[in-house]
Every structure is written in structure tokens, then in C-alpha cells.
């Protein structure tokens, strides 16, 4: 047994089933990553996949028995060079950070900055992506630490730690009828075209809630990822825009105008997480602090070692 093979097997379950799809992964051929199954199989003396003829069509019940020893095996095995790592470069090396756009653009920054001070010697790789994306970017290794508001606590494979709670704003042009309302109301809000969020981004699920409660059908006529594209359209005249407070800087976003809008819409959580069982050297463990205070490294490996399920909060 050799770690190519477990590599194999992981590698063919992410990619489908698809042998030329993994052996572009592994850079290696399809007839390589055939027999490396094959060998491993034999010594196990079990069938780790269904096939019809040469191809594979998924997993085979000691398969899927099987396929999170294999995970914890890699999972260990890149553990054990990052242990040896962290000791032999000291500080230096690379951090790769999954966040949603809103974090990227708008919550991470201020963070990044001041380690980049603190830790010169380490070169820091930002993905962005969905808040789904985000954590499959942990679960499949090639990120460190993810960030978003969403999707991160649905996974008992990752540890997801709250930072900070943020509301939402309305955005409208100087001198819209909704900047003379004495308070601003879901009902008022109603009754103007809406550009926002789209759907499991950035809090808009309690913006949907909200309306609902009330009985309310927005009519939301755009919706988008990035707060930046929602501010145009608002300030085009396509509608009201509904975005992350964090995301309305007065002197950037001089020709709108923003509506507190924290009585309107539930707070929500932007959490940090990690992927349970790694291990995080010294440099990730100070960013994660750089970005959230409250996380210090006690409470971080205080949840790396807490069951599944368990929860955390601030």
C-alpha cells in the first residue's frame, strides 16, 4: 500500500468517476491511475468501485466504508509535512484563504494588511467563491482557512468559528423618496423594484425571511454576488439596492445614499473555518487572531478538538 494509490481513490470519487480526469489531476496516465486502484484493491482484497466493463460508476459498499480511511491517511500524511515544515522554514511559507467576494472585498483587507506586516516571509493566495465553494476549497485541501456567512456549519468536517456579526443597509440615490420616510419600513420597501443578493449570499436568506413574515412579495428585479455590481444598478436607477452594511463607504459611495436597515433584517455571522483534524501552523493560527480577536489560538485548538456538532458563538 502506497499513498499514490490512496491518492487515486480519492482523486477518482472527487472527479466523477473519470479515470482521464484524474490522471490529469495526479499528472499521470489513465492506465497509471487504473492499475494503482487495481494494486490496492488486490491487497485489500476487496472491490472499491462498481464498474461496467473498464469504466468506474461509483463506489462499492467496502468502498464507501473504506474512502474516509483513505481520506484520514492523506489528511495525516500532509499534516505530518506540515509539522515537519513549520519547524524547518519558521515562519515562512503560503496561506490560502477561501473567502465569498463580500469578505474578499469588504472584511478581509484590514486583516491582511497588518499580518502581511507581522509576517513578511509568508505569501498569502486568496480564492474567491461561493459560500458552497468556499468549503469545498477546505475540504478538498487547497485552502487553509474559509470565510463567509453561509453553508460553512453544514459540514461536520470543518470547524466553523463566528467572527463578527454584520446587518444590511439600503442603498438609494441622494434625494429618493425613501430617504424621507421617519423610519424605514418593509412596506415602503415593497413597493420599489429591489437589486440585491442572489440566493444564498450574503444574508439574503433573511432578507427573504423578513418579507415573508410580513406577507410581503418584493419584487426584486436584479440580483447579484458583489455588492460593487448591486451599487451601480442602484445608482443606474434600476432599483433599491439591499447590501452588506460593511459594503457603503460614505466617501467611496458619495452619489448614494445608505438606510440603516438593522430593524429590518436579522443580524447574520460570518464564520472562519478550518478543516477538522488539520493541522494549522503557527503563521495560520496568528492570522486567524489578526482577523478575529476573540479567536485566539487557545479557542481555535480548543475546537479543533471538540466532537462534531459541537458549537461555538461570540
Not at 96 to 118: E, G, K, M
Request: aromatic share 8%; proline share 4%; net charge negative.
Amino acid at each position: 500500500m502506497n499513498f499514490q494509490q490512496l491518492r487515486s481513490v480519492r482523486e477518482t470519487v472527487r472527479q466523477g468517476f473519470n479515470l482521464t480526469s484524474v490522471a490529469e489531476a495526479l499528472h499521470t496516465s489513465q492506465p497509471g491511475v487504473s492499475r494503482q486502484i487495481r494494486e490496492l484493491e488486490e491487497e485489500l482484497g476487496i472491490e472499491l468501485f462498481v464498474r461496467a466493463g473498464k469504466r468506474l460508476t461509483g463506489l462499492t459498499a467496502p468502498g464507501a466504508m473504506v474512502l474516509p480511511i483513505v481520506e484520514r491517511m492523506l489528511l495525516e500524511a500532509d499534516n505530518l509535512r506540515r509539522a515537519g515544515d513549520d519547524f524547518a522554514r519558521a515562519g515562512r511559507g503560503t496561506l490560502t484563504i477561501a473567502a465569498t467576494h463580500s469578505q474578499a472585498r469588504y472584511a478581509l483587507p484590514t486583516a491582511v494588511r497588518d499580518f502581511r506586516i507581522t509576517h513578511p516571509e509568508v505569501t498569502l493566495h486568496m480564492h474567491q467563491g461561493s459560500p458552497q465553494q468556499v468549503a469545498q476549497m477546505l475540504l478538498d485541501g487547497s485552502a487553509d482557512i474559509g470565510v463567509a456567512t453561509e453553508a460553512l456549519t453544514h459540514y461536520d468536517e470543518l470547524v466553523a468559528l463566528p467572527c463578527y456579526r454584520w446587518t444590511h443597509a439600503v442603498v438609494v440615490p441622494p434625494g429618493h423618496p425613501l430617504t424621507q420616510e421617519a423610519s424605514l419600513t418593509l412596506q415602503a420597501l415593497a413597493k420599489y423594484p429591489l437589486v440585491t443578493y442572489e440566493a444564498g449570499y450574503t444574508g439574503r436568506g433573511h432578507i427573504d425571511d423578513a418579507f415573508a413574515r410580513h406577507g410581503l412579495a418584493p419584487q426584486i428585479v436584479l440580483t447579484a454576488m458583489d455588492a460593487d455590481v448591486i451599487k451601480t444598478y442602484v445608482e443606474l436607477g434600476l432599483g433599491v439596492g439591499i447590501v452588506a452594511a460593511i459594503a457603503y463607504d460614505e466617501e467611496r459611495d458619495h452619489h448614494l445614499t445608505a438606510l440603516d436597515a438593522r430593524h429590518l433584517f436579522a443580524a447574520n455571522m460570518t464564520r472562519l473555518a478550518v478543516r477538522r483534524g488539520s493541522f494549522l501552523r503557527d503563521y495560520t493560527y496568528a492570522f486567524i487572531e489578526t482577523f478575529a480577536a476573540p479567536l485566539a489560538r487557545s479557542v481555535v485548538e480548543q475546537a479543533l478538538q471538540a466532537t462534531a456538532g459541537s458549537s461555538f458563538d461570540i
